[in-house]
């Protein structure tokens, strides 16, 4: 116990099951100030009524953050001109709010003379290490305090009853609470059925997308303009980041688009199965890939690709501040100069297909795209070409055959 070198606690604090016995536990543990520190990245009403709980529960001081518009356009846009997505499934909506929830925790620390950080992650995830890379990496003098992996409250069935005995108010049941993870790129749910891996989902489950059967009839398109990599616009409309993929969301979620299924590879060693609804970026990340396939050279766009995979597991493992993860976005960054334009969607029952890109950066060029006769491109020239190119091949036979 620690309790004689801590002073002051800033803790990482949504109001749910874990964080509210935290908070509680905290203050008897280590017996000093503990700061309840709540960050808005568009997860809503789940903020409501916060500051009087947290009080309630021992506090001595509430902040709620307004994260919304720093999260999406420095954390959220950033990956989505990397078209990251993890082992190709995961969008990684968990995963990249924790570097800006975990970097304004530091920021208050600082503001409050608080000498540690607490957070309410499991010794068994991945946001145990997302949390405390960012805390090394910014703020390495802070004491960092896991409760998870000290504490004797081992199952959540602990977890009420030490709720129950310190009169705790909590917005989930013990019998019926997924562990759910919301903001404003996704939501995520794990526990109950779904640690099966065979068992479908329940419907009524779903807080944020209509089941794609019974999504409208009728297509909705809509147009998202980019510049340099950067959604900024839907239907013509300029947006702020947040804004915009707030207003995407609304659109594709009414249409079923965004649910994925997922058995993922934790860092940890396990694997965990979790379902999310990702709607509005599922939207931006398919229109991204349009819009660079139009704009975007060849052989940049192979080596961006070749990075996807790497970029993506630094986002998932928690190293966003971490030197190597710059580097790569520099480079990512200058391979979206041109990527400028914009990119017509159709949103159906679950699908959002791609109808339509134009830009003013296109290197696509229709004269020598074309089927039909033209005056361009020679296509005896492709002779020479390939026989350029299969020397090596040819040279490789022919020496197996004189060995």
């Known amino acids: 116990m620690a309790g004689d070198k801590t002073s002051k606690i800033v803790l990482a604090y949504s109001g749910g099951l874990d964080t509210s016995v935290i908070l509680k536990w905290l203050i008897q543990e280590y017996d000093c100030e503990v700061i309840a520190y709540a960050a808005d990245v568009g997860q809503g009403e789940e903020l409501s009524g916060l500051d009087d709980k947290a009080k309630a529960t021992g506090a001595s001081q509430v902040f709620i953050e307004d994260l919304r518009e720093e999260f999406v356009s420095d954390f959220v846009l950033p990956m989505l001109r990397a078209n990251a997505i993890y082992e190709g499934t995961y969008l990684l909506g968990t995963s990249i709010a924790r570097p800006v929830i975990a970097k304004r925790q530091v920021e208050i620390a600082r503001q409050t003379g608080a000498d540690s950080v607490a957070h309410g992650a499991t010794g068994k995830g991945n946001d145990q290490v997302r949390f405390e890379l960012t805390f090394a990496a910014l703020a390495p003098d802070l004491q960092v305090i896991a409760p998870w992996r000290t504490w004797d409250l081992t199952s959540r069935e602990k977890l009420f009853a030490f709720a129950k005995d310190n009169s705790i108010a909590l917005p989930v049941s013990e019998d019926k609470s997924y562990s759910m993870d919301r903001n404003a790129l996704h939501i995520s749910y794990e526990g109950l059925e779904l640690e099966d ?157 791609v109808v339509g890109r134009k830009s003013a950066e296109s290197l696509y060029n229709a004269e020598l795209a074309t089927f039909g006769e033209d005056e361009v491109y020679s296509q005896a020239d492709a002779g020479g070409f390939i026989r350029l190119n299969s020397l090596r091949l040819k040279i490789r036979q022919l020496a197996e055959k004189k060995g």
């Not at 479908?200 to 009728?218: C, G, Q, S, W, Y």
């Not at 199965?273 to 060849?298: K, N």
């Not at 998932?316 to 990512?332: D, K, S």
């Open 197 to 353: 891996p065979w068992q479908e989902p329940k419907e009524d489950m779903f807080l944020t997308t209509t089941a794609p059967e019974r999504a409208p009839d009728k297509a909705e398109y809509v147009e998202i303009d980019f510049e340099r990599g950067d959604p900024v616009a839907v239907d013509g409309e300029t947006m702020s980041p947040y804004a915009l993929l707030a207003n995407l969301n609304d659109k594709a979620a009414a249409h079923g688009i965004g649910r994925a299924d997922i058995v993922e590879n934790r860092y940890v060693g396990m694997k965990s199965r979790g379902v999310y609804e990702t709607p509005g970026g599922t939207v931006l990340s398919i229109a991204h890939r349009a819009m660079e396939s139009l704009t975007m050279d060849r052989e940049v766009m192979h080596i961006r690709d070749g990075l996807i995979p790497r970029y993506a597991e630094m986002v998932y493992y928690g190293y966003w501040f971490a030197p190597e993860r710059l580097m790569l976005q520099a480079a990512i960054d200058e391979s979206q100069r041109n990527v400028s334009g914009t990119v017509r969607m159709k949103l159906y029952k679950g699908s959002a297909a």
